[in-house]
């Protein structure tokens, strides 16, 4: 008897803690956050209209490669991620490349959550995580087939983890989640006494 795991789901994992001087860049990461969630009044005022527990620059700011150097360093960091992932991923770009089209800064307060969602119109999605205190948030995953599943039975607590219906990934300062932009995934309730801060990202097919 064979089992053939058909249809994958993968999603990439790395951590910039091996690049030299990380400790430096990622508090220079974290400066940065901080200072634009005190000077984006647009981002503030979008976050506090659409529910966010927080600040995120979403909504308000799509050039921070061009506005700080520290998030050009990043993108180009995360641009060698997106290379080696594709690649993994078996795409056939057909002359085209992956680039980064989005990056924005998630400031996740205390008690705050972010909702089930995809990110539409992007091939690549993924965060870098810069702040986690304990108790903060994991990254949640949901199978992609759960609304076709219909009558199927739960899975066993002990399924394996590419059997489980929702996959629950613990970042760390420097932790690099990257996935297919299809994948829905929600951030739980965050249980820390201070903030949970993040850099999200898309790259489309261009």
């Not at 360093?73 to 594709?86: G, N, T, V």
């Amino acid at each position: 008897m064979t089992l053939r795991p058909l249809f994958a789901t993968p999603v990439y994992e790395a951590s910039l803690t091996t690049d030299r001087s990380f400790e430096n860049f990622n508090r220079e990461i974290l400066d940065a956050c901080q200072s634009l969630s005190e000077e984006d009044v647009a981002g503030r005022a979008w976050s506090r209209a659409h529910g966010y527990g927080g600040y995120t620059s979403y909504a308000s700011l799509n050039d921070l490669p061009q506005r700080m150097s520290v998030f050009d360093e990043l993108k180009r960091r995360l641009d060698r991620h997106a290379r080696i992932f594709a690649d993994q991923l078996a795409f056939d770009l057909q002359g085209g490349k992956l680039r980064m089209d989005s990056l924005w800064v998630n400031i996740l307060k205390p008690g705050a959550a972010h909702s089930g969602h995809v990110h539409p119109h992007s091939v690549l999605s993924g965060t870098v995580y810069v702040a986690t205190p304990p108790g903060a948030s994991a990254l949640r995953l949901e199978d992609p087939r759960l609304p076709l599943m219909m009558a199927a039975p739960p899975r066993r607590p002990d399924a394996p983890e590419a059997a489980q219906t929702f996959v629950y990934l613990q970042p760390q300062p420097g932790t690099i989640y990257m996935w297919e932009s299809w994948l829905r995934h929600e951030v739980p309730v965050n249980r820390a006494k201070t903030p949970r801060v993040s850099v999200s990202f898309n790259y489309g097919w261009r």
